[in-house]
């Protein structure tokens, strides 16, 4: 199964991504503290993004290719 954001998604990704960067929190070596959420349904994939740090979630799905 592949999962892909459209350009939409991307942008609203990268701006939570960039709400979320907690600096004054050690994240690992990898910075793992974003997750990407990807719900498949029978009309589409529906996404959210999830910090780990602060528990924010937020709805990236772009329901116009719905």
Known sequence: MKFELNETESKKAEEFLEKHRHPEVYKGAIG???????TPTSISDACSIHCTICDAEENITDYSHW
């Open 32 to 38: 793992g503290h974003i997750n990407f959420i990807f």
